[in-house]
Every structure is written in structure tokens, then in C-alpha cells.
Nanobody, 122 residues
Framework: QVQLVESGGGLVQAGESLRLSCAAS????????MGWYRQAPGKQRELVAT???????NYADSVKGRFTISRDNAKNTAYLQMNSLKPEDTAVYYC????????????????WGQGTQVTVSS
């Protein structure tokens, strides 16, 4: 019922920047937290950054000072600005929306995007 579409991934060199976008669509009344997770080959999916509806961010230690999460509640869209990228940032990045409330519903749900590949070469 809620679709998340990510965009902005690609291949960059170490030290460069990328900006990811995640747009949620559907009969959405509100979304509590939106965030980004990543999964590198052979590794578990890990948190990168999340942001509450009120704008409180949370970052993984490995990206603090380099990545910035933001969101536009009116557009149900989240962004991840990634600066000073490192080869170890290479992964598939997934958008997540948590505690989604659909219009006319009293049940919360969550949703994941399909993922976008980020590759950082050394």
C-alpha cells in the first residue's frame, strides 16, 4: 500500500559525494521515522541514519560528520547527503519508513524500498 522509491545511487571515487532520495507514495496520513540502511556483500543490513517526523536525527558512528539525513514531511521524502565517501561505504542502500499511518486507518505499518547501489572506488 505504501511504495518507497529510492534514487541517486551510482559509482563515485573516494572523497566524492552522492545524494540519495526516497519518495514514499500511497494514501499516507503520516510517517514517524524515515531512514537509510545499507547492506554490503556478505554482511548484515545495518543502520546508516534515521530521522523522526520532528526532525531528530540518528547516525551510525561510521558516518557521523560525513552523512546528513533530511526529510520533507509534506512530500513524504527523505534524503541522504553523503560526503567524503569511502570504499567501505560501498553497499546497497535501502530506504525505510516506519510507523506509517494510512488515511482512515488506525494501524501502523512499515515499508522498505528496493535499494540503490552505491559504489565507491579507491
Amino acid at each position: 500500500q505504501v511504495q518507497l522509491v529510492e534514487s541517486g545511487g551510482g559509482l563515485v571515487q573516494a572523497g566524492e559525494s552522492l545524494r540519495l532520495s526516497c519518495a514514499a507514495s500511497g494514501n499516507i496520513f503520516s510517517i514517524n521515522a524515515m531512514g537509510w540502511y545499507r547492506q554490503a556483500p556478505g554482511k548484515q543490513r545495518e543502520l546508516v541514519a534515521t530521522m523522526t517526523r520532528e526532525g531528530t536525527p540518528n547516525y551510525a558512528d561510521s558516518v557521523k560528520g560525513r552523512f546528513t539525513i533530511s526529510r520533507d514531511n509534506a512530500k513524504n521524502t527523505a534524503y541522504l547527503q553523503m560526503n567524503s565517501l569511502k570504499p567501505e561505504d560501498t553497499a546497497v542502500y535501502y530506504c525505510n519508513a516506519d510507523k506509517i499511518l494510512l488515511s482512515g486507518s488506525f494501524r501502523y505499518s512499515s515499508s522498505w524500498g528496493q535499494g540503490t547501489q552505491v559504489t565507491v572506488s579507491s
